[in-house]
């Protein structure tokens, strides 16, 4: 319990938070919005992670969170900066006519 | 209040938005919508930092993923200007495929999760562990060593970003000589 919040709620949450993301990936077209959803799904594993550190009253959790934005921060600038170069190219950034990485 | 304390109400509502942002962010068709939901998201979830005491958390995550991080979609999006007109929609079947692919990856998370409170018989009213003073503490002791490769790696992404933003030189010329 954190502050009569009962583990499992949070568990629901992040769960929920992740299902929707992955469900963005799976539907949509445009790899930006695909980008956004991986981040989504990374922001609902971040918070059960110090859902779980606060529980444990363990600090490691929340410094795995701090290195994952780092990441996901250096994740989210080379693959804007692949996309704009492959827009530049081929003029498009749908997922499903970026199936040929050749032409 | 109906048996509820005050943090659970707020609990209650951060969590409901934060749900309802996110199901906006994927189905909105305007790609800026999407990125501005998703900043709201990310302002909840914030939110949910706060409540477990997780303050350099809340601040960092706003910082970096508000502040800068959607900064940067936003700007890639404006740059190619892209709109509602520019996504063709996937048909109605596999639509709903990955809806129905999403809501059993649900079920499982709900299915395998499901029980863990008896795991934990804690129960924490006000944690240190999210204090910055303390995180400090783990971060530059016990963890100095992935700090700078975090470090590292940032500069790695920094230099790869510039390197494949950069427009190349030969191309412009034989675009110049056609």
Not at chain 2, 36 to 45: A, K
Not at chain 2, 110 to 135: D, F
């Amino acid at each position: 319990m954190i502050n009569g919040i009962s583990i499992d709620v949070y568990l629901l949450l992040s769960a929920i938070l992740f299902a929707i993301g992955g469900v963005g990936v799976i539907v949509r077209r445009n790899t930006i919005i695909i980008f956004m959803c991986i981040e989504l799904m990374l922001t609902a594993v971040s918070l059960l992670m110090v859902a779980f550190s606060v529980i444990h009253n363990d600090t490691s959790g929340q410094v795995f969170v701090f290195f994952t934005m780092a990441v996901a921060a250096s994740e989210v600038a080379v693959g804007l900066a692949i996309l704009s170069m492959i827009y530049r190219n081929i003029k498009t950034i749908d997922s499903d006519e970026l199936s040929k990485l050749k032409n | 209040m109906l048996g509820y304390t005050i943090t659970q109400w707020l609990f209650g509502i951060l969590s409901f938005l934060a749900v309802m942002f996110a199901l906006l962010v994927v189905i909105s068709r305007n790609p800026i919508h999407s990125v501005l939901y998703l900043v709201l998201t990310f302002f909840c979830v914030a939110g949910h930092y706060l409540l477990m005491n997780a303050q350099f958390l809340a601040i960092v995550h706003i910082a970096v993923y508000a502040g800068a991080i959607m900064v940067l979609f936003l700007f890639v999006i404006m740059l190619l200007n892209l709109n509602e007109q520019g996504e063709p929609r996937r048909n109605v079947l596999s639509r709903v495929i990955g809806t129905v692919a999403g809501g059993l990856l649900l079920l499982v998370f709900v299915g395998v999760l499901k029980g863990t409170e008896q795991l934990q018989t804690l129960s924490v009213a006000n944690s240190e562990a999210g204090l910055i003073k303390n995180l400090g503490h783990v971060l530059f002791g016990e963890f100095l060593f992935p700090f700078e490769i975090v470090s590292i790696l940032l500069l790695a992404a920094l230099v790869g970003a510039i390197m494949l933003g950069k427009k190349n030189e030969k191309e412009d010329v034989t675009q110049n000589q056609a």
